[in-house]
């Protein structure tokens, strides 16, 4: 009986030890993955490894890789370039990834969504993130600039389908300060209806029977017109022009987007 045990135990550690290895080199293969592809050399050193370092934790909670793409120049339009990326590195298991590409030649900026991407990171969400990154971009200020396309993805695909994540209702301090408003009217509502009320008014001491109008007239005073400045027609798009779209991929993965200029 004791030998059993024994021989138990010993299968139990070694079956042990060799799952703590297998994920022990899974976590890391997992960590050494490129997610930054800094062709331009726009970065620094520890700049890419900050990146690297944001992209691998929220890549892990969302189940999604988010890449960063940048070239000096290419011959081929930037969306096209970026989806023969995703096609050769990601198309094979359709896998879910948010892609921002810079072309710094032609100052261009597409952010994409692919897989089930399309959907959570739509083109209007795209184009609410292109546009809060297009100053830091305009700037030079890239490391920033991907940091919030990372950070800023990773939050906009947790809200439902369809929903405007950029609503001030969803803004912790809008939210706050319509709570303190609905708490105010509460209580001033519930201070109200404790006041004594008065039991005495005008018609207490008004003999009906005997008030009578004697006589009116009216009387025209003036006319007042009042003049509105008519509001011109403001041009469409965010930051920079451009625009958002759905497509598909040259793989057939489906691919939503955001292209600008900066």
């Known amino acids: 009986m004791k030998k059993n045990l024994g021989k138990i135990f010993i299968l139990f550690l070694i ?3 060799f799952l703590s290895t297998f994920l022990s080199i899974e976590t890391q293969a997992e960590s050494s993955k490129q997610r930054v592809f800094d062709d331009a050399n726009l970065l620094s050193d520890n700049e890419v490894k900050e990146l690297e370092k944001l992209a691998a934790e929220f890549s892990d909670k969302r189940n999604t890789e988010f890449i960063i793409v940048t070239v000096e120049e290419s011959e081929k339009n930037l969306q096209i370039y970026m989806d023969d990326f995703y096609d050769e590195r990601y198309g094979e298991n359709d896998e879910n990834v948010a892609m921002l590409g810079l072309n710094m030649k032609k ?10 991407m399309h959907r959570k990171l739509d083109p209007d969400r795209l184009t609410i993130i292109r546009e809060k990154i297009t100053s830091s971009l305009s700037n030079g200020d890239y490391f920033n600039a991907f940091e919030s396309f990372i950070t800023l993805s990773a939050k906009y695909m947790q809200y439902r389908e369809g929903v405007n994540p950029a609503n001030p209702l969803f803004n912790t301090w809008v939210q706050i300060g319509v709570a303190i408003a609905i708490a105010a009217s509460i209580v001033w509502l519930m201070a109200r209806s404790v006041e004594p009320k008065a039991t005495t008014t005008s018609a207490t001491y008004r003999d009906m029977d005997r008030t009578k109008i004697l006589g009116k007239r009216d009387r025209y005073i003036r006319t007042t017109v009042t003049k509105r400045r008519k509001p011109k027609q403001s041009s469409s798009g965010g930051g920079r022009g451009g625009g958002g779209s759905i497509g598909r991929t040259s793989g057939g993965t489906m691919r939503s987007s955001s292209r600008g200029k900066f």
């Open 15 to 17: 079956a042990f030890i």
């Open 107 to 116: 100052r261009d900026v597409v952010l994409s969504g692919y897989s089930d």
